[in-house]
């Protein structure tokens, strides 16, 4: 096809009535020419203002609406296609057994719970020693500092870091009316030993004992932030911060309870897991071995019928033979065989 | 953003950015044209219906075909339209048409437009006039003739074999008439 040739099938183009491969010819010739594309555009223009000819007529809203819907549903296949895409190109995360993590928090939590009761022990026994270092003679009962009351001693996050057993040698001097030192009529070797003993038991000290301690030890004993202030002869006063190691043990027994229970959980979220994963399995496998032995058993009763129905044929043939054999007419027959062999 | 006063070059390229108030914004204007378009080729009012909506996800999917060199929207989305209906007519009416995918959509159906002048719809209704009366003017043949080729959808040799004259006469008959019509139009104009 020439320019002059490709003029005269413009119109035609532009009305879409050429032919296939004349259009064909046609598009391979305007990639290059802007005169004939030139041209073209006018024609094209010019057919598209025919609609106006018609008498215009509005389509009904629910064209809209569909074409809405339609849109919507695209767009939708659009993002999940991406999204199964992107599901694609992520790589496959496997996960491991996690029956050895298990056992290892198991071990952890028995651990741990030793430690708990070992350092409930603990505690205790240095509360008894503490209780029975009061009972001494020289121990006096000092005001507790502002400084002491105004916060709650009880938060272990204001608290710098110093050792536990660390005693704090306080120089402060308290103006304090001391009053002469009383000795109260107790045994001291008595108490001490059942002190010891009830360590032993883990039981809980008597109240009379705890009575008498009390008496001699504080005016409210029971508040752990109450502080011993033990006044040595030198001047100095030796503060001795019970509620430090008490208020931590406590932090620790609490967090160990915390955690205890948030495993116990865990396991047994998981133990549950695992047993429905085993029914299941064990459900799917015992169909799976009842479809394929009704199967076995179709095809064997299947070859068996077909196999007895066959040998029935063949023995009814058989006798069918014989019949014909021994009958009269069978014996004219192979005679007149033989005459026409012969 | 006003739809109203924006042009339809604009307009599709806020299609082609994912706008589907933009898109909505064509199917007003656009609707009742390419519908009455789609109705005359098509004759069936549902598939009609059918027709509109499978044109204007064509241009929310294939706005990317559009060439943005050239401003004539108008012209690429009533080509479109009728390319379509067309092929519905002539699928409906032979079972051996060839497969429709997406490279026969874009090769058959979405048109190529070469107008560098900006020519929406509004500047279309506004000659709507002068091509009435120039149709009018064009002989019975003549209208025939295209009627045949832009509604019915028959190529040349269709025509021929329909009017059983000879495909050089069909030829000259198409070139003849759209000539005339062209005349028509620009002697309206001045």
């Known amino acids: ?342 | 953003m006003n739809n109203i006063n924006t042009s339809d070059y604009e307009l599709l390229q806020r299609v082609l950015k994912r706008d589907s108030k933009a898109l909505e914004a064509l199917y007003d204007k656009y609707s009742p044209l390419l519908y009455t378009l789609i109705k005359r080729i098509v004759k069936e009012e549902k598939l009609a219906e059918d027709v509109l909506a499978d044109v204007f996800v064509i241009i929310w999917q294939k706005t990317q075909l559009y060439n943005f060199d050239f401003k004539n929207v108008y012209s690429w989305i009533v080509l479109l339209t009728k390319n379509k209906a067309v092929d519905v007519l002539r699928r409906k009416s032979n079972a051996e048409s060839p497969e429709y995918n997406d490279e026969y959509e874009n090769n058959f159906i979405i048109p190529t437009i070469y107008d560098y002048n900006e020519l929406g719809f509004e500047e279309a209704y506004s000659k709507s006039e002068q091509l009435k009366s120039a149709v009018s003017k064009l002989t019975e043949a003549q209208r025939y003739v295209i009627q045949l080729a832009f509604f019915e959808g028959l190529t040349e040799s269709e025509i021929a074999s329909k009017l059983k004259i000879p495909l050089p006469t069909v030829k000259s008959k198409i070139r003849v008439a759209l000539n005339t019509l062209k005349d028509k139009m620009n002697s309206e104009e001045s």
Do not use: W
């Open chain 1, 1 to 342: 096809m020439d320019r002059l040739e490709a003029k005269e099938f413009l119109q035609a183009a532009s009305l879409g009535c050429l032919d296939r491969k004349e259009l064909d010819e046609l598009r391979e010739l305007l990639e290059f020419d802007s005169e004939l594309q030139f041209e073209l555009a006018a024609y094209q223009t010019l057919c598209a203002m025919i609609p106006f000819s018609l008498e215009i007529v509005n389509p009904g809203e629910i064209v809209k609406d569909n074409v809405a819907l339609r849109l919507i549903k695209i767009e939708e296949e659009l993002r999940s296609k991406r999204e199964a895409e992107l599901k694609a190109q992520m790589p496959e995360v496997k996960v491991e057994d996690t029956s050895e993590i298990i056992q290892e928090i198991q071990t952890l939590g028995t651990q741990t719970e030793d430690l708990t009761q070992e350092l409930a022990e603990e505690s205790f026994v240095q509360a008894v020693e503490e209780q029975v270092e009061i009972e001494t003679p020289e121990v006096f009962e000092a005001p507790i500092p502002e400084s002491y009351l105004a916060e709650d001693i009880t938060k272990t996050e204001d608290i710098p870091d110093i050792p536990i057993e660390e005693e704090i040698i306080s120089e402060e001097i308290f103006e304090t009316e001391v009053t002469e030192p009383r000795t109260e009529s107790i045994d001291e070797e008595e108490s001490v030993e059942e002190k010891f003993e009830e360590v032993a038991t883990h039981e809980v000290p008597q109240e009379d004992s705890i009575a008498q301690i009390e008496d001699i030890k504080y005016e409210e004993p029971k508040q752990p932030e109450v502080k011993t202030v033990v006044e040595t002869y030198s001047g100095q006063v030796k503060v001795e911060h019970q509620s430090y190691t008490e208020s931590k043990i406590s932090d620790i027994t609490s967090r160990t309870v915390a955690e205890k229970l948030q495993k116990s959980f865990q396991m047994d979220i998981e133990a549950i897991k695992r047993a429905v994963e085993k029914s299941e399995s064990k459900f799917f496998k015992g169909i799976i071995s009842l479809i394929i032995i009704c199967a076995i058993l179709l095809a064997v009763s299947i070859f068996l019928f077909f196999k007895f129905t066959a040998d029935v044929k063949k023995l009814e043939q058989e006798i069918e033979k014989l019949k014909k054999s021994n009958s009269v007419g069978s014996n004219y027959e192979t005679q007149k065989d033989y005459s026409s062999l012969l």
